[in-house]
C-alpha cells in the first residue's frame, strides 16, 4: 500500500477507549494551575506526575512557548417564538457584509451568520430578541435563510446603530459550552470557560489547553527564560464533529481561520533552531499550517492561504521545503503587500503519520476517543497515547475540556 493510500485508511477504530462518565471533568478545577499535569518525555517513554502550576520545571530557557488569543463569544442564543416554543441559535460564523470576525462585530444595524439552529421547525417567521442593555431595550429581528448541510444563514437587525453586535450578543448570549458537558451554562463559564489571555472574538469553544494557564504562571515563565508568543486561531463547532466513516480518508475536516502576525514571524526566523511548544491542538495546526503556507508560496503553488486537508500528504515537494525557506518566504511576501499579519484558513488534519515542521512539543488535555485530536497526539506520543490514556484512567485525572493537563515533549 502506498503512503497515500495508507493515510486515507487509517481506522478510527485504532483510535478508540472506554471513557467513563465519572472521569470526563463538568466542572473546572478550584483554582486554574492546580490542575493535574501528565509529562510524558517521548525519549525516555517516561510518565511524571505533577501539577500545572510546575509547568516551568519541564521547560527550557529560550524555549518559545505559542498561544491561541482566540476569544470565545456568547454564540448561543435562545429565543422564544410568538407561541412561546423555545428555539436555539448558535452562532459559527459571520458571512455577510464581512467574513473577518472583527469586522462582524464591530458592526451596527445588521450582519448575517451561519449558524446552527434548534427546533428549527417552529421558526416560521422573524423573531423579536428582546436584549437588556444598561439604560434600554435593545430590539434585535432574526431572519432565518434556507437550510445548507444542516446550518442556516440568519440575518440578524437591530434598531440602535449606536451599538454593535459585539455588544448586544455578549449581554443576551450564553458561553455554549462543549456538547459532552451536559449541563446548562452557569455563571463561572463565563469566566473559566475562557483563557486569561483571551483577545480577539471569534470562537465558539475554548482553546482548552489554555484554560490551565494564570497570570501569576505567565509571568513565572517569562521569568524563567521561556518566550511567549500569540497566534489566532478561531475555533468552529467542527471541532467537536465526530469520525463516523470507519477510515479517516472518508471524513472532512472543518475549515478555521487563522492569524499570524508578521513580529512573530520574524522572531521565529531570528530564533529559527529554538523549540517551538504549542499550548494545545489548535496552536499545532496553526504553526504546521503556516509552514504549508510558506513553502506553497516558496514553490509558487496555486492559493497558498487555503490550506487543504490532504495537499502536504499528496505533494511531497512541500515536505523537501526547510522551515527557513517556508518562514522567509511569508515575510517576503508581507514585506511585498505592506502587510502585518497572515491571514488563511486551514482544513490541515494532522495523523500520526505527519512530518511536523515546526512543533516540537505541546501542551493539551485529554480529548474524545475515536477522535481527529486523538489523532494529533498520536503524532506527538505514537501508540503510547493509549498507555498514557490508561494511565491517566487509573490515577484519578480528569478528561476533556475542564479536566487535566499533558505536556508531550
Request: glycine share 4%; proline share 3%.
Amino acid at each position: 500500500m502506498n503512503e497515500k493510500d495508507y493515510n486515507r485508511n487509517i481506522s478510527i477504530d485504532d483510535f478508540d477507549y472506554q471513557l467513563s462518565d465519572e472521569r470526563i471533568a463538568y466542572y473546572p478545577a478550584k483554582h486554574r494551575d492546580e490542575s493535574k499535569l501528565l509529562v510524558f518525555k517521548s525519549k525516555e517513554h517516561e510518565i511524571i506526575d505533577s501539577e500545572f502550576r510546575y509547568l516551568p520545571n519541564f521547560l527550557e530557557k529560550n524555549d518559545i512557548l505559542v498561544f491561541n488569543d482566540s476569544k470565545v463569544i456568547h454564540a448561543r442564543l435562545l429565543v422564544h417564538n410568538d407561541t412561546g416554543a423555545a428555539i436555539e441559535i448558535f452562532c459559527l460564523e459571520p458571512l455577510q457584509p464581512s467574513d473577518d470576525p472583527a469586522i462582524a462585530f464591530a458592526l451596527t444595524k445588521n450582519v448575517t451568520w451561519k449558524c446552527m439552529v434548534g427546533n428549527a421547525k417552529k421558526w416560521k417567521r422573524p423573531l423579536t430578541i428582546n436584549v437588556q442593555l444598561e439604560n434600554k431595550i435593545l430590539k434585535v429581528r432574526a431572519e432565518r435563510g434556507e437550510a445548507e448541510n444542516a446550518t442556516f444563514e440568519v440575518t440578524f437587525t437591530w434598531d440602535d446603530d449606536s451599538v454593535t453586535f459585539a455588544e448586544w450578543i455578549e449581554c443576551y448570549g450564553k458561553i455554549p459550552l462543549p456538547p459532552y458537558i451536559h449541563r446548562t451554562t452557569e455563571e463561572i463559564d463565563t469566566e473559566r470557560y475562557q483563557t486569561v489571555y483571551a483577545h480577539y472574538d471569534g470562537s465558539v469553544a475554548a482553546p482548552t489547553a489554555g484554560l490551565h494557564f494564570t497570570k501569576e504562571l505567565i509571568e513565572n515563565l517569562k521569568n524563567s527564560g521561556v518566550s511567549l508568543h500569540y497566534v489566532t486561531l478561531h475555533v468552529g463547532a467542527g471541532t467537536f464533529k465526530p469520525v463516523t466513516s470507519a477510515s479517516i480518508g472518508e471524513h472532512f475536516m472543518h475549515d478555521e481561520k487563522i492569524f499570524i502576525t508578521k513580529s512573530f514571524l520574524k522572531y521565529l526566523l531570528s530564533n529559527i533552531d529554538n523549540r517551538i511548544i504549542a499550548v494545545g491542538t489548535t496552536v499545532t495546526r496553526t504553526l504546521e499550517s503556516m509552514f504549508i503556507i510558506g513553502a506553497k508560496l516558496f514553490l509558487n503553488l496555486d492559493n497558498p492561504f487555503e490550506v487543504q486537508q490532504w495537499e502536504f500528504y499528496d505533494n511531497s515537494e512541500l515536505r523537501e521545503i526547510t522551515k527557513k525557506q517556508s518562514f522567509s518566504a511569508i515575510m517576503n511576501y508581507l514585506e511585498q503587500n505592506n502587510a502585518d499579519t497572515i491571514i488563511a484558513s486551514t482544513k490541515l488534519i494532522i495523523l500520526p503519520t505527519y512530518q511536523r515542521k515546526v512543533v516540537g512539543g505541546i501542551i493539551t488535555n485529554f480529548h474524545q476517543p475515536k477522535s481527529t485530536l486523538l489523532l494529533l497526539i498520536s503524532n506527538f506520543v505514537g501508540e503510547n497515547w493509549r498507555n498514557i490514556y490508561t494511565y491517566a484512567m487509573n490515577n484519578d485525572y480528569r478528561f476533556l475540556s475542564y479536566g487535566d493537563a499533558n505536556l508531550y515533549l
